[in-house]
């Protein structure tokens, strides 16, 4: 017989069920949401989606094709250096032999960065009472990367790879208060060569191609005038806009490194990683993964390193990476949306803390290239992503948390698309935050 109690434990059970079910993510709706978009079938489109709570993958297209990341590619130098560097990133390491002191680099990005502010390292050498020796020739890399473009030689994005880099591996232009044009750091001032015969449609300064020749036009400076150009790197300029500097010498030398070398470091770790996710700096993801290098195989190689990190990290991927450079400024670099979803899995289960790993990513609608991308939920972000844009290419991976709590990662990549780059950006977007609304 059945009981009013019965029927009423009945209706309170499918009742729950119902409001379960109704708040599944179901892979049929996504993919007609895919199915009727307007931008997203005009080009190759990726997407992954997995619900990190129950561990299992939601719905995927495309998610086994290998796309161009970009700078997607920061988040395996990320996970690479979490496997490898400590809480702080080594500026060199050195002996003391008699009266003097001998240093080897390291590539570390921060030393003496415009934002990072590394100074641990110099006030070492600053302040030592010995002779200084910088001990050069281990970087076994090319000044860039795999697959870059050269004519991007100029731009303030593509510094050049080195082993002792300083001051972001790039020359400052500006407006002086008298109306010249000055630059930062000062000693570059006589590489600077103006041309009236140079007549560019508008004032800029355009570096030598193969020396740090840096010409400008013979016109007047406009007023707040700043432009950004990479030095063309060598351990001699590093060398003597270091000696420039400490205001002391520094002579080049070139010895092994000894098995009893101490290690100075440098800028807290977390703060390092933040300025290379949050912006996207190209220059921090290249230096860094040659820090993994000198700190793993004690030399400063990246293909070695992402060798290394390839078979030892990331043997697991669903799908082998085609991996070149930190940064993502080579489109040889080819990766596949599960895998890097899996990545993100890996990442977080390292941290093992999501608001330490959160903190560190771009941010929507608070911080990073996200930042006016979003809108946030009563002012709190719901989506932290790395994102990755090249010409033609523009990707989003990262972290989502719903309005009913549930934890996903994703990977959302859009390769050979001829519209605007904006309106990919604002369909990613608007599919995002309706996962966010409805689930």
């Not at 079910?21 to 489109?45: G, M, V, W, Y």
């Not at 590539?107 to 020796?133: M, V």
């Not at 010249?180 to 009236?196: G, R, T």
């Not at 063309?232 to 400490?246: G, N």
Request: aromatic fraction near 12%.
């Amino acid at each position: 017989m059945i009981t009013r109690h019965t029927i009423i434990v009945f209706l309170a059970c499918f009742s729950i069920l119902c409001s379960s079910c109704s708040h599944q993510i179901r892979p049929h709706k996504l993919a007609k949401i895919f199915e009727q978009s307007a931008i997203s079938n005009d080009h190759f489109t990726g997407f992954a989606l997995y619900d990190m709570d129950q561990q299992k993958m939601i719905y995927e297209l495309n998610s086994d094709k290998y796309f161009t990341p970009a700078s997607n590619t920061k988040l395996f130098t990320f996970y690479t250096c979490l496997r490898i560097l400590g809480d702080s990133i080594p500026a060199f390491n050195y002996v003391v032999r008699n009266d003097s002191l001998i240093f080897w680099a390291t590539g570390d990005p921060s030393f003496l960065h415009s934002e990072l502010k590394g100074i641990k390292g110099y006030n070492l050498l600053k302040h030592a009472r010995q002779k200084l020796f910088f001990s050069s020739g281990f970087q076994q890399s090319a000044f860039y990367g795999s697959g870059w473009a050269w004519n991007d030689y100029n731009d303030d994005y593509q510094a050049e790879i080195s082993e002792l880099p300083l001051e972001d591996n790039v020359a400052v232009f500006t407006a002086s208060p008298n109306g010249s044009l000055q630059v930062s750091p000062a000693a570059l001032s006589i590489y600077m060569k103006c041309d009236s015969n140079f007549k560019p449609s508008h004032f800029g300064v355009v570096r030598n191609l193969l020396n740090n020749t840096f010409v400008y036009p013979a016109v007047p400076v406009p007023a707040n005038f700043r432009q950004v150009v990479p030095w063309k790197a060598s351990p001699e300029l590093s060398l003597s806009l270091l000696v420039d500097t400490l205001r002391k010498p520094v002579y080049e030398v070139h010895l092994p490194q000894p098995g009893d070398a101490k290690t100075v470091n440098d800028a807290n770790a977390d703060t390092v990683y933040r300025q290379m996710l949050q912006p996207s700096d190209n220059f921090i993801a290249e230096q860094l993964l040659l820090v993994c290098s000198a700190v793993k195989l004690k030399v400063l190689n990246t293909d070695s390193i992402i060798q290394y990190a390839t078979h030892n990290y990331l043997n697991d991927l669903p799908d082998a990476p085609q991996w070149v450079d930190g940064s993502g400024l080579s489109r040889y670099n080819l990766f596949t949306p599960r895998s890097i979803v899996k990545l993100l899995c890996k990442i977080s289960a390292q941290m093992k803390n999501d608001s330490l790993l959160h903190s560190f990513l771009p941010a929507g609608g608070v911080i990073g290239t996200i930042k006016s991308a979003y809108k946030t939920d009563r002012g709190l972000p719901f989506v932290w992503a790395k994102t990755g844009s090249l010409f033609n290419n523009h990707n989003q991976s990262g972290y989502l948390i719903t309005r009913k709590g549930r934890h996903l990662a994703f990977s959302f990549m859009n390769n050979n698309f001829t519209r605007p780059s904006h309106e990919i950006r604002e369909e990613m977007v608007r599919i995002i935050t309706y996962l966010h609304d409805n689930y």
